[in-house]
């Protein structure tokens, strides 16, 4: 999407909004509306330039989008929503930018929001209901095997795991959005119990509340309306994994010679953004749980593979080293409403491309990168460039 | 008494005296990838040229992880009362080409990437009906304990 010849046909994020991400008692409506006034606020824009409308979001009732958008005005436009687990918002954003960029809409409201439901989500919507009764359905499983075997092939241990968690938890302190804002360091977190080995509670994301949404505009809206604090979106890539997926919700891991999900995706996605990866300076990523942090350094090309472990004991990935991640706090401070988690990256990735994260801000970025990551093996990445 | 699989197209051969089954496989004839159980294309390479087959049952541990708390409803194979859950291996077995996962009847600290492992038959749980549901497990075979 970056070097287009006809400029005006780039796309950008003209406004970025969020309702801070926790539990709440008031319904989704009202979280989703306060995310989105914010963002067209942010983009200096009214709900009536808003020409399309997509509503991301897992485990809300249907016409999700319609009903926040009812509480702010009903304009008549085009709504869909959204559904990709964890990456829908990314599989929102990438329709957006792509109807923007083809010309079909100068300015496009995509949004995630999410009300989960208490206690544990039910299995049956994600798993067959054979490995239900079997108890082969518990959410950290799969991540337990994957960083097992990890830890077998390249000696990552649970202290740099442990490491990853604690960095996440201190950054966490300085956002007002996050869940959790206690900071925490490696000895709380190996202290806590153990879900699935080698896995600690946390080291694990909760999900919850929340909302966030991005107002994405052409170059051409940019330049005439001079929106001087529009973000560049140099690619939104989405993909589905090949197989295997052991995501969660299968039980086939068999060796198919294809690529993981994220590998794929990033590779696409650097493609599409004329970026290798070492011009990326912040990134933020998929931690639902620690170790995934690690394999995404590697599957982001931010390292080799084998290396993750090596680079968050660097210290290379802490707000003031070369390439931090996470600076928000990631999904294991802030929480996970799926729906909603991309677009909280993309808040960030915006407030610091723009200088304006304040305590959080990392020094003089130019180009984020998000990664979100769900079931099934769905994955969205999304690079900006201020 | 009569006994079923724990969900379709896994077992063939059922029978009930001694509880037995043999587990299936399925294998695509054109990129080779294998899988547990029936399919009617393949995951892989979308071709229709999948053949099924008996599953050996003899494997290694590939990777493992241990279940420390309580799986979620619907569990069918005991009680779901954190007090009394017994920490609980989960591994991934390669049996020929293929890789999946199952339940691991070992001691959680006896279990290691590498293990020789064999996949056994045995009941889980009753239907509302009476009828017995058969369910895989591995259990640790040879030096590997």
Redesign the interface.
Known sequence: MSDTEDHRRDTYVAGVGIHEFGRFEKPFEEIGKEAVLEALDDAELSVHDVEICFCANTYLPTSAGVRVLKEIGRTGIPNTDVDAACAAGASALSAASALVEAGAADIVLAFGVEKMPRGFMDPTNIYPEWMCHMGLSQNPQYWGLAATRHMHDHGTTRRQIADVAAKNHQNSQYNPNAYYTEPMNREEILDSPVVCDPLHQYAICAPNDGAAAAVICSGDVVETRRLDDAIEILTATHRTEKFPSPMGGTFNASPAGNEPVTTTTAAAAYESADIQPEDVDLAEVQDTNAFGEILWYEQLDFCATGEGGTMIESGATRPEGALPVNVSGGLISKGEPPGASPFGQIHELVLQLRGEAGKRQVSDPSVGLSHVLGAMGQCGITILRA | MTARA??EGFMTNISTDPYSATLLKTVCRE?G?????TKERC??CASEHVEQDELANRGEI????????????????GSTDRDTWNP?P???VDIE???????VDAD?KHVG?GDRVACVIEP??ETEDGED?L?YKFVPVGDAQ
């Not at chain 2, 990838?33 to 159980?37: A, R």
């Not at chain 2, 080409?97 to 339940?103: A, C, D, S």
């Open positions: 724990f969900a990129c990838t294998g899988f547990f159980g995951e892989n590939y990777s493992y992880t241990i279940q420390r708390f309580p799986p979620p409803e619907p569990y069918r194979l609980q989960v591994a991934y080409e293929i890789r999946f996962i199952g339940l959680p990437i889980g749980w549901v369910v």
